[in-house]
């Protein structure tokens, strides 16, 4: 007889619950979780047809071998690729060290996966060089807010949205990105709540706006300081919050008077009247929430225009309070969770830091290691990772449940990289995909649907999803994996799980007193009680939204506001490169298309790549919709044919993210993009590319 089973869908920062029925072999339908509070039973069109991504011809059923780059695989037993893996890693830990050894993570693994990946990595292998997706996607609003508020994590919850009375999106496409999140803050907008979207596009988020700014790629900084100013220069300030609950307010005030209406207006290519209707909105609504994704977290002043973000809310006091706050919504449906497991090259479990020595001396005294055990030196971030490989310092890479040979800016110096790495296990449910034609060994991972484990998505809260389906052939969930090699290198003592529910355990115990406490969650309790949000300390009851109190994690317990300037980008548009390339996402495909390109209907709704391009543009160089045409920039070309479309602003041209080499040769917009990074949180400004657009053939 068929049941409903819990889990999660497997795609956006959301974190749909799904229900899916089996009669324990075959999915046989999939609806919206009714009492999940992140989605009340809705689901857009990539959840509601997860099902048809699990037995597809694509899924990587068995382990394979390939004996160098440019072969083919062969099919072997799992004994034996791991083998050959622990081999491959013991060889050359011997030979050059564990600096030499890198790994890739993901933000769609359970955060079993991750905290099993990241403690093998870190703990026993002894390297740092341990780093994930979440480098392109919340570095910098991971990093921004924990410089602002003490801790990583949004103030908000979704249940704020209700109680909002305006919106403000910066660098966010949420109908497109996450769009059931956005169908209720639409339902606000229909009774009432006012809207206000900056974007270079006129996205169908920003057709939803009370105004619409049509913003300059790499400029939301200064729009930021300038709306900052506006409201000191009305009188808005919460001066009891400012004085009681932040510091900084003099640097930040002093920095105000260099943001002028005129100026920013200038710099961010914008109507004066435009930014002033913004204000009125921004500045004189007491229940304002602001969201914030990749258009922000993908530039070089990411962290400092999320800090800049926070200040609107810590100087007028609209944080900690019903239907106010900063919210940044996460990409990933677990990036939140990996994020709290540690899984980037500077982090340990907890929101502890590889180069504090208390705080490692606290992990090495939860893994029961020695002290001294864990590496100080903070590990490569995602860029220098590929760059150490191709300069031959990494030789080992492991990669699990990514794709980096699509999704990583200037894929040119990426594909030069692992063609050049001795060692390359790339761990997924999918083959082939961009990344795996240079696998040495390929690991089957099994998928959402087969596995349990939990996801903490874009407001802190964790889900328990459940085993629907048995997994295929030797395909086996990617904690499973990871254990199964590091036990075959001899690292028994601490590796040995024997489920992910006691990787869950090990990992909440570890979180305890930290600002991410989830020390009171266990499986039963989540099967029980249902998803729960963080803090979540045990013996006390959970918490929803944050610093209500106004007291923050920081050494003061105050927030910090933070003066930024502007961080002008090295990639301008000049004679030879006269535009700017912005990327993104589409509603009905998911990052590189592993799984959302192999179900029709998705298909159907968002077929092929295109090069979205202002009429006025178009014209200039003789191009119409149909148009092939090259998009070259100073590291690479991408390809694609030309959309004509009044809703970018002229001088810029957006491309989506999903199509890569699988569909056709150079359809990325990664064969352009810059690998420049934030300063601070190293994340690859994906957003801001000088580029020239050329005819390549008429439709
Ligand atoms: Fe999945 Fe995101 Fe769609 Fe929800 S909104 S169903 S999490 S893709």
């Excluded at 009774?191 to 920003?206: I, L, N, S």
């Excluded at 459940?466 to 904690?479: H, T």
Aim: overall charge neutral; glycine content about 8%.
């Amino acid at each position: 007889m068929a049941k409903e089973i819990p889990t999660l869908c497997p795609y956006c920062g959301v974190g749909c619950g799904l229900l899916a029925s089996t009669d324990g072999e075959r999915i046989l339908r999939i609806r919206g979780d009714p009492k999940h509070p992140a989605n009340l039973g809705r689901v857009c069109p990539k959840g509601g047809t997860v099902a048809a991504t699990v037995n597809v011809a694509t899924r990587l059923r068995h382990a394979m071998l390939r004996d160098g780059f440019g072969k083919a695989p062969s099919v072997v037993p799992p004994g034996a690729a791991i083998r050959v893996a622990a081999e491959g890693i013991d060889r050359i830990l011997q030979s050059h060290g564990p600096g030499a050894i890198a790994f890739y993570l993901s933000g769609q693994l359970t955060t079993e996966a991750q905290y099993i990946a990241t403690k093998f990595a870190k703990a026993y292998l002894r390297t740092n060089h341990c780093d994930s997706n979440s480098r392109l996607c919340m570095a910098s609003a991971g990093a921004g807010m924990k410089l602002s508020l003490g801790s990583d994590g949004p103030p908000t919850v979704y249940a704020d949205i209700e109680l909002a009375d305006a919106f403000f999106f910066i660098g966010s496409n949420a109908a497109e990105c996450h769009p059931v999140t956005f169908e209720r803050i639409r339902k606000r907008i229909d009774k009432g709540a006012r809207c206000v979207v900056a974007d270079p596009r006129r996205t169908p988020t920003a057709e939803s706006a009370t105004v619409h700014l049509p913003i300059r790629p790499g400029t939301d900084l200064t729009l930021l300081n300038g709306l900052m100013r506006i409201i000191r220069d009305r009188g808005l300030l919460d001066a009891r919050y400012i004085e009681q609950h932040t510091e900084g307010w003099e640097q930040l005030d002093a920095i105000l008077d260099d943001y002028p209406l005129n100026v920013v207006a200038q710099r961010c290519g914008l109507e004066e009247a435009d930014i002033l209707s913004a204000a009125e909105i921004i500045a004189y609504t007491p229940k304002l929430i602001t969201f914030w994704t990749m258009g922000i977290n993908q530039s070089l002043q990411g962290t400092f225009a999320s800090n800049a973000i926070i200040n609107l809310h810590l100087a007028t006091g609209r944080i900690g309070k019903p239907g106010a706050g900063p919210f940044s919504l996460t990409g990933q449906p677990n990036a939140m969770g990996g994020r709290d497991v540690g899984y980037m090259s500077h982090m340990l479990p907890g929101q502890r830091s590889v180069a504090s020595e208390k705080d490692r001396a606290d992990m090495e005294a939860v893994w029961g290691l020695k002290p001294g055990t864990i590496v100080s030196e903070v590990g490569h971030d995602a860029v220098r990772m590929f760059d150490a490989i191709d300069r031959g310092e990494i030789k080992a890479l492991w990669v699990i449940g990514s794709n980096p040979a699509a999704s990583m800016p200037n894929l040119p110096r990426i594909r030069s990289a692992l063609e050049k790495c001795e060692l390359v296990i790339v761990q997924d449910a999918y083959y082939p995909t961009e990344t795996t034609k240079y696998a040495h060994v390929l690991l089957p991972a099994a998928v959402n649907l087969e596995q349990e484990g939990t996801y903490c998505n874009s407001e802190r809260r964790v889900t328990l999803m459940e085993q629907v389906v048995p997994p295929p052939g030797d395909a086996k969930p990617d904690w499973w994996w990871v254990r199964e090699i590091a036990v075959a290198l001899g690292f028994r003592k601490g590796m040995q799980f024997e489920s992910s529910e006691q990787i869950f355990d090990e990992f909440a115990r570890s979180t305890a007193g930290r600002p991410n406490d989830q020390s009171g969650m266990h499986y039963k309790m989540l099967r029980e009680l249902g998803p729960q949000l963080w803090p979540h300390p045990s013996m006390a009851r959970a918490n929803d939204r944050r610093y209500v109190d106004g007291i923050y994690p920081t050494a003061t317990g105050k927030a910090r506001l933070w003066a930024r300037h502007d961080i002008s980008p090295d990639e301008k548009p000049n004679a030879d490169f006269p535009m700017l390339l912005t990327t993104g996402r589409v509603l009905n495909q998911w990052h590189t298309r592993t799984k959302t390109g192999q179900v029709e209907q998705l298909n159907a709704l968002d077929p092929a790549p295109y090069l979205q391009i202002h009429p006025q543009d178009a014209d200039e160089l003789g191009l119409s919709t149909g148009d092939e045409v090259t998009i070259s920039s100073r590291r690479g070309t991408a390809r694609a044919p030309v959309l004509t479309d009044d809703t970018i602003s002229p001088g810029v041209v957006f491309m989506p993210i999903h199509w890569n080499e699988l569909w056709a040769q150079a359809a990325s917009p990664n064969e352009a993009t810059s690998d420049q990074t934030d300063p601070v949180s190293f994340q690859p400004a994906l957003k801001c590319c000088a580029v020239k657009v050329a005819k390549v053939a008429c439709r």
